[in-house]
């Protein structure tokens, strides 16, 4: 009988590269989708620290501190530099690392070994560093995408943008294509993976975000990355369907554009919102308030997003104005449903203050502006006047950073443990929080009152004159704040993975299956289930809640 | 680590005084310019209803989290679980129902003065923006709103205060959008699209000048594409446009020729900008300035103004790629300033000596 020689595993640091490169472990795809979008966040991050600066300019001119003229870049550059910031942020950080929480955690959560399509992940994960390369190598060939993250057509056609144009679209497909093969993966997973005895009803609610949030990327993404091949055509083969020079509409991008990018919002927040639904029971020592509620106001929100994607397109004139004001009034309520539903599981509890919860909290305040200041946009006649002014830029960030990123803050302390058997420093931990809470503040809502006093977005420049000098500085202050309090955060995961205090398998009491396992879990999750008679079997196994207990 | 019972108490009342003054400072702040427009009144009142909700949820949500994160901090003496409270129907049905009325009656309101917003009442008035890269014109029309009277090249919009214009937007190239923030109002410009909106500048404001600019991303320079809205009283806007037409009509008058032994400056235009920021010229001397536009088909212009702000000479505005040779006056020694009457950032300094 012949025999098979087995190559001699390689050793040491090759073996270990050579891993991460070709893992199918759910695992370590998650922390890739970690990595991999913690350094766009960064990428993105230093982009917009230009505009920033660029914008104190004027500022600096109005104190007499700069010659009037002078720029920190040009107006070519700060249009690359803000659409590629939107770009990276929103494609290549939020989008991803929320589904690489996704990818972490969800198998875990529901009992199950890995992803339902192991290969599939990997593939998944392998798209976003090449995109994000495209994307990027814009800055090399004669300049990147300028016509900001929305692509306005006939601004994105080929008379108007160069090729850092044509090589944003590829790098937007292959996203969109990665979206499509996760969200699809997740689904298969969600509906035919669980362990016995975990029903629909009592999933996690991080486990229901991501189930909605899958469903809006199947239905959504599809028609982005239609709309981006239509656009390539237009471009490079004489195309017509967003050209009005040659027949086609302006009007009809924004349309499809919207029609993914306003449910996007919901890809961009949803698992935030079910991170903190995870945190906040856990440090209060209760249950999540009103569980089926937040089933329902979830999937509401995913429902309601599908029709609400001409609000951003009001002042086109060109939409049913009546119709999508009050649906975008609606979703307000499964909002609010959520909101009062956080707070009352706080009600009455045992609240600790470790830096999750901390981030976790931070949420709960930031979102909330984010989701008051956007009930302005929904009444159309105020929208006519804010629209496409810093207010709608305070609005966005309150929601995509004060929410999604201080969630994604709140989730890396929250799991971190899991993933790496270490806690990261709590003192390092708090600052980071405190630095990035006041930063972000003092970066977002003087913008409010520069909306409101009439300073449009995506300007490069602005008189020394208009008033708004004042404000921008502060901005700008905040902006750089924000940068600084990376360093604590980056200072803590290095010294942590180097000599951090272990933290077991369930450093914070958790309630959901991930902490019944080992820290970090072995390649295939769980050498046994806890009985799972509700959505806290760790919790009911620990207070012996279910028979036999351990 | 629990702070003591009344340390407690006070720390809130601390945050509390803390959010209330930051909260009372902030609305004093957070409020719109008083609009010039009977619509941008709308707009304002609607806003000032809108804001008056916001503050009122805000207060009532941050109050109610930061209440339960001071109130309810875990105590040494917390061994016992809390009563675990998996939810009330009730309440449930209560934070539903109650939002579910205030967004009612924040979309009726909205919607109904969506409707005043949008109103269109015939008038004489007609004026039609056209935007391109990275320039406003205006074409003053005929009462039917069919032919163009004259075409103001420079990027400023007279109006007469106290009737209803009715503004047409015409894009050239890629979208644009109309804006004046006093108006609180914008409206985009979007090619094969006919666009329009009715408004009406309050009697009371005849002699002001507003500021507006682009506020859709339109490429490079974007952020240069301001003009003005100067509201006239209706006599005066009258006898302006009248001005304005007759002189349209003339026949233009004859290139200058430059005259031997004087003076020429010689300036250009590229990527709306100056060449130079400086020129100097002889004083009390005509002299003339060469200028060479090196920007396809944008516009620009030289125009200068005294110390003052005084516009004394107004170049004719014109497409590049193309060369205009401007007689200008003589003028008394002292500082002067050069701009593009399309481009009011594209500014430079000239000194005559």
Known sequence: MATTALTPAATGARAGLYDWLTTTDHKKIGILYLVNSLLMFFVGGVLALVVRAQLAVPALVHYGFAAPGFKIVDEAFYNQAFTIHASLMLFLFIIPILAGFGNYIVPLMIGAPDMAFPRINALSFWMLPLAGLLIMTGFLVGGAAAAGWTSYSPLAQAKYSGTGEDLWIVGVILIGTSSILGSINFLVTIFKMRAPGMTMFRMPIMVWTMLVTSTLVLMATPVLTSALIMLFIDRNYGGHFFNPATGGSAILWQNVFWFYSHPAVYIMVLPAMGIVSEILPVFSRKPLFGYKAFVFATAAIGALGFSVWAHHMFTTGQVALGFFSFMTFLIAIPTGVKMFNWTATMYRGQLSFATPMLFALGFLTMFLIGGINGAFSAAVPVDFALHDTYWVVAHLHYVLFGGSVFGVFAGIYYWFPKMFGRKLGEGLGKIQFVIMFIGFNLTFFPMHILGLDGMPRRIANYSPDAGWSDLNMLATIGGFTIAMSMLPFLWNVFTTLRNGEPAGDDPWEGNTLEWATSSPPPPYNFDRLPEIRSERPVFDARHGLVGGGH | ?353
């Open chain 2, 1 to 353: 680590m629990s702070l003591p019972r009344l340390t407690r108490s006070r720390l809130a009342v601390v945050v509390a005084l803390v959010a209330a003054g930051a909260l009372l400072s902030g609305c004093g702040v957070m409020q719109p310019p008083e609009a010039v427009t009977s619509q941008g009144s709308e707009v304002r009142s609607l806003y000032e209803f809108v804001f008056a909700i916001a503050v009122g949820v805000f207060v009532l949500v941050e109050g109610l989290i930061i209440f339960a994160v001071i109130r309810y901090r875990r105590k040494p003496t917390d061994t016992e679980l809390p009563p675990q409270i998996h939810g009330n129907n009730v309440l449930e049905i209560i934070w539903t129902v109650v939002p579910a009325i205030i967004v009612a009656v924040m979309f009726l309101f909205s919607y109904s003065a969506l409707q005043k917003v949008q109103a269109t009442t015939p008038t004489d008035i007609q004026i039609r923006a056209v935007a391109a890269q990275f320039q406003w014109q205006f074409d003053y029309l005929s009462a039917d709103g069919q032919t163009v009277l004259f075409q103001q090249l420079a990027p400023e919009m007279e109006v007469p205060a106290g009737k209803t214009v009715h503004l047409q937007l015409k894009a050239n190239d890629v979208i644009h959008a109309f804006y004046v923030p006093k108006f609180l109002f914008k409206r985009d410009v979007v090619p094969g699209v006919n666009n329009s909106f009715d408004f009406m500048v309050d009697a009371a404001d005849a002699g002001q000048t507003f500021s507006g600019q682009c506020a859709e991303l339109c490429g490079t320079y974007h952020g240069s594409m301001l003009f003005t809205v100067k509201a006239l009283s209706p006599a005066d806007y009258d006898s302006w446009l009248a001005a304005q037409i007759a002189k349209a009509r003339e026949t233009p008058p004859p290139a200058p020729s430059g005259g031997a032994g004087q003076v020429q400056l010689d300036i250009a235009a590229k990527d709306i900008q100056f060449s130079t920021a400086a020129l100097e010229a002889p004083a009390d001397k005509p002299f003339t300035i060469k200028f060479q536009n090196n920007d396809a088909s944008i516009t620009h212009n030289v125009a200068i103004k005294d110390s003052a702000g005084q516009e004394i000479f107004k170049g004719e505005i014109f497409a590049g790629v193309d060369v205009r040779v401007y007689p200008i006056p003589a003028l008394k020694t002292g500082a002067y300033v050069f701009e593009c009457s399309v481009h009011p950032n594209m500014t430079g300094s000239l000194t005559v000596k």
